[in-house]
């Protein structure tokens, strides 16, 4: 995602670092180290960066394209086939021989963007609604494999009335589905599914039924603001917390990978 | 070089007119944002080519492109946009408006895509995954199914095989008989090439046999696939190919501004396709500083491995 909200600016001139670098730093808090990651593209391309620099050396990033890397890329990417990820990387090939280990079970995380999202963590990158009209989203690429096939997802998100919906027209990526037992249900591995939604507000978690409630909101961003931005009743966490300002170090690699802002500083 | 007369080499106008008449169904982005063969999509715009089927996990631009030339009836694929900068216009135009002309859209996932032409490539009429259970993409697309295990009693889905009628994949080098060499991320392209009807091949540079004969490893396409094989420099651009050029990210970001609105795209269109005789063309209007910012800043060869006995 890119960001294009008054937020960014506020938050940017407020405390010394942008709304997108305060979502980096909290994308990349959600990888543990050692664990398998399913990259995607955009924040999440630097939020692998920053976690295997700080906190999980031992992270192993994942691309669709046909890509493993347990060195990240020397510098700054726009995409996952770009030439910096595909020189020094510890595999390059086939779609297939990356989305095999997606299939088994064997990601931990996968990072997903999407225009919509509902209280049951279903993303919409397909066909979206605006004003009564239809409109056309690119689709899934890789985003509907890795909702249905990682142990866990996380979602980047602009907080938005029109994004946050009960219930989305289209699910491209099923998250709980309708809630309860759904996944295992249809299919699924029973205990995997949405783990976080990281809007440009705060974070939303999911209870044992897949219900997403405000876990915490981002310095700045009051209550009420995040539930009047969500088109559902959005429930809150009565230890409510306030989402970590990204870290010196953090700051640093984000800014070491992203000097021009591309990512982090969108206007 | 000395071509040997059984060569398959043609010029991208040839290949084209020869071997993707209107109404083919083509895969071309097999190897996802790395080797989009825009080369040989822009020369499909040039020769006018109408109800094309376009088959790919994602083509970047291209897709965008071809469907706003009006060149496409019907998309089956995963995702078409501009990855680095966001949706793609003249696909909006065409699925909301039908300007300028109507597409169909059958939604997959890249998983569903690559086993769709793995079964192709194995000739089996179907493959089974546990993706999409429980999406829209199941509900929506004819060529998924739900079913049960025979063996187990699990649900899956099966993933009907797709054999394109052409598979246009490019590549680093190969040799006249289409023999090829890619390295880098692949994508779908070693499955496309297996499941198409009819391979045209574009190549980087064109190698004496004994090149590719070196090092049969790296050898992802066999020459006997292969119809025609097209030497074309550049084609790839404004995507990258690892050790020629990188990606023009400034070209994609210029695109998704210039095709906002539909005149725009047409000016676009005439400055960078229809306004030009081929890719030679288009290389001279995009100009050796340009490229020359793109090129190769540090070699990084891999080390020889030893066929020998």
């Given at each position: 995602?890119?960001?294009?909200e ?5 938050c ?25 990651v ?5 924040l999440?391309?630097?939020?692998f ?58 990601v ?89 939604i ?34 559902w ?22 800014r ?12 | ?38 080369a ?69 996932t ?106 049969p ?93």
């Amino acid at each position: 995602m890119r960001l294009g909200e008054p937020q960014a600016e506020a938050c940017a001139t407020r405390s010394g670092f942008t709304l997108g670098e305060l979502m980096v730093a909290a994308a990349a808090r959600e990888i543990l180290d050692g664990e398998w990651v399913f990259v995607g593209m955009r924040l999440p391309l630097l939020a692998f960066l920053v976690a295997k620099r700080l906190h999980a050396p031992r992270a192993v990033g994942l691309y669709e394209n046909g890509v493993i890397r347990v060195d990240p890329a020397p510098e700054m990417l726009y995409t996952m086939a770009d030439p910096p990820n595909q020189r020094g990387a510890t595999y390059c090939g086939e779609m297939t021989r990356v989305m095999s280990l997606l299939q088994q079970g064997c990601v931990d995380v996968g990072f997903l963007g999407a225009a919509e999202v509902d209280r049951h963590g279903n993303l919409n990158s397909t066909w979206g609604r605006r004003d009564g009209q239809v409109v056309r989203l690119p689709g899934s690429g890789g985003a509907g494999d890795i909702a249905c096939l990682a142990k866990r997802t996380v979602v980047l998100m602009a907080h938005q009335p029109h994004r946050l919906v009960e219930r989305v027209g289209y699910v491209t990526s099923p998250g709980y589905g309708t809630g309860g037992d759904w996944r295992s249900a249809i299919g699924l591995r029973a205990g995997s599914g949405p783990a976080a939604i990281l809007t440009t507000m705060g974070v939303l978690r999911f209870d044992e039924t897949g219900d997403a409630y405000l876990a915490s909101v981002h310095p700045g961003v009051a209550v009420g603001q995040v539930v009047a931005n969500t088109g559902w009743k959005l429930r809150v966490a009565a230890d409510l917390g306030e989402t970590p300002a990204p870290s010196a170090a953090e700051l640093g690699v984000i800014r070491e990978f992203d000097p021009e802002g591309f990512w982090t500083r969108q206007p | 070089m000395a071509i040997e007369q059984n060569s398959k080499l043609l010029t991208m106008g040839e290949a084209i007119a020869r071997y993707v008449p209107s109404g083919s169904s083509v895969l071309m982005g097999a190897a996802m944002e790395q080797l989009i063969p825009f080369a040989a999509g822009h020369e499909l715009i040039r020769q006018d080519r109408r109800d094309l089927t376009l088959i790919g996990p994602i083509s970047d631009i291209l897709f965008d492109q071809l469907i706003g030339a009006g060149c496409v009836a019907r998309v089956e694929a995963a995702w078409v946009g501009n990855v680095s900068a966001g949706v793609g216009y003249n696909l909006r135009r065409a699925t909301e408006q039908g300007v300028p002309r109507p597409v169909e859209m059958i939604d997959y996932t890249n998983f569903t895509v690559a086993l769709a032409l793995h079964a192709a490539a194995l000739g089996v009429p179907f493959l089974p995954t546990r993706s999409t259970l429980g999406s829209d993409v199941l509900a929506r697309n004819p060529h998924l199914v739900e079913f049960r295990s025979p063996v187990g009693g699990e649900k899956l889905v099966a993933v009907e095989a797709l054999a394109p009628d052409v598979a246009i994949l490019h590549v680093q080098r190969a040799d006249a008989q289409g023999n090829a060499h890619a390295w880098g991320g692949l994508g779908v392209q070693i499955d496309g090439a297996r499941a198409a009807r009819r391979v045209i091949l574009v190549a980087e540079e064109i190698v004496e046999p004994e090149v590719i004969a070196s090092d049969p490893n790296r050898t992802e396409i066999p020459g006997m696939l292969v119809s025609a094989v097209v030497h074309e420099p550049w084609g790839a651009h404004p995507s990258p190919v690892q050790g020629y050029y990188g990606r023009d990210h400034a070209f994609f970001h210029e695109y998704h501004e210039r095709s906002r609105k539909r005149e725009d795209f047409e000016n676009w269109l005439r400055e960078w396709v229809l306004g030009v005789e081929n890719r030679a063309g288009y290389l001279e209007r995009l100009g050796a500083e340009r490229r020359g910012t793109l090129g190769v800043r540090e070699h990084a060869w891999s080390a020889a491995v030893d066929f020998g006995y």
